[in-house]
């Protein structure tokens, strides 16, 4: 099936940061897992697999709209502790997010929507997973103190 050129290009840029979402998420863990963390490197762990599957599902739909992916991951913004490795895993869930609505908008245009679907998908993952799991550990952080939160996350 050939899709719409501008529905296949956004993908590519969906997949490139799907890409350095996994790629972030992989640094964090294994910053995590280091650093005696366990709980956290378990969730972040999760997050890159699941950050792969939504990858495989935009490279898999770019393939079958006749167009050619492109795997380079954008550059990723690592954190050098955990407030600030949560914050920016944040910040990159609210770039995705966005992203992703528009992608939405761009699908519905151009009447692609099973390509709506698999972002809208995405979107809810998004929003009530990923990014909702970040805001509620900062949230402790400033309730109870980074120490007690490190405690827990041991």
Same mark, same amino acid.
């Given at each position: #099936?050939?899709?719409?050129?501008?529905?296949?290009?956004?993908?590519?840029?969906?997949?490139?940061?799907?890409?350095?979402?996994?790629?972030?998420?992989? /640094?964090?863990?294994? #910053?995590?897992?280091?650093?005696?963390?366990?709980?956290?490197?378990?969730?972040?762990?999760?997050? #890159?697999?699941?950050?792969?599957?939504?990858?495989?599902?935009?490279?898999?739909?770019?393939?079958?709209?006749?167009?050619?992916?492109? #795997?380079?991951?954008?550059?990723?913004?690592?954190?050098?502790?955990?407030?600030?490795?949560?914050?920016?895993?944040?910040?990159?869930?609210?770039?995705?997010?966005?992203? /992703?609505?528009?992608?939405?908008?761009?699908?519905?245009?151009?009447?692609?929507?099973?390509?709506?679907?698999?972002?809208?998908?995405?979107?809810?993952?998004?929003?009530?997973?990923?990014?909702?799991?970040?805001?509620?550990?900062?949230?402790?952080?400033?309730?109870?103190?980074?120490?007690?939160?490190?405690?827990?996350?041991?």
């Amino acid at each position: #099936m050939q899709g719409h050129a501008q529905v296949i290009d956004y993908f590519r840029e969906l997949l490139r940061g799907e890409l350095a979402a996994r790629d972030q998420y992989f /640094l964090h863990s294994r #910053m995590y897992q280091d650093w005696g963390f366990a709980k956290l490197f378990e969730r972040i762990n999760h997050e #890159m697999e699941e950050e792969t599957q939504h990858a495989d599902a935009l490279l898999q739909r770019i393939l079958f709209l006749g167009g050619t992916p492109d #795997m380079s991951p954008e550059g990723i913004t690592p954190g050098h502790d955990v407030p600030s490795m949560l914050r920016s895993d944040l910040a990159l869930e609210y770039k995705v997010r966005a992203a /992703l609505a528009k992608g939405i908008a761009l699908c519905e245009q151009f009447g692609d929507y099973p390509s709506r679907d698999i972002l809208a998908a995405q979107l809810k993952d998004t929003e009530e997973d990923h990014a909702y799991w970040l805001e509620q550990q900062l949230g402790l952080i400033d309730r109870i103190g980074l120490q007690n939160y490190l405690q827990s996350r041991a």
